[in-house]
């Protein structure tokens, strides 16, 4: 019943920028902690970012601290993934996320994500 749906990607050129954006429906949005996954070919799905229900609180992967920002906005159930100076290694497709019970505080882990969106494809070129 849950569906998330990304947008927002596509090809950009290395130091450019991005906006991903995910609709959220099917579930109380404010309830949930949301986050952001990529994953490229034979590797493993790796954590980008994570937010409370409220948006106060933020976590990031060490490595993309500073260069990605999550926010969110609970009027609209919306969540998204700024990211800038683009390097050629975030090539990837990146998935939103929710997490799987409400209420719940702190980082979003893989398995804690109870819904996955489809994916949204950022090609970051040199």
């Known amino acids: 019943q849950v569906q998330l749906v990304e947008s927002g990607g596509g090809l950009v050129q290395a130091g450019g920028s991005l906006r991903l954006s995910c609709a959220a429906s099917?579930?109380?949005?404010?309830?949930?902690?949301m986050g952001w996954f990529r994953q490229t070919p034979g590797k493993e799905r790796e954590f980008v970012a994570s937010?409370?229900?409220?948006?106060?609180?933020?976590n990031y992967a060490e490595s993309l601290k500073g260069r990605f920002t999550i926010s969110r906005d609970n009027a609209k159930n919306a969540v998204y993934l700024q990211i800038n100076s683009l390097k050629p290694e975030d090539t990837a497709v990146y998935y939103c996320?929710?997490?799987?019970?409400?209420?719940?505080?702190?980082?979003?882990?893989?398995?804690?994500?109870?819904?996955w969106g489809q994916g949204t494809q950022v090609t970051v070129s040199s």
């Open positions: 996320a929710s997490d799987s019970k409400p209420w719940r505080t702190g980082l979003l882990t893989a398995t804690r994500v109870g819904s």
């Open positions: 099917g579930l109380t949005f404010s309830a949930y902690v």
């Open positions: 937010i409370s229900r409220s948006g106060v609180s933020t």
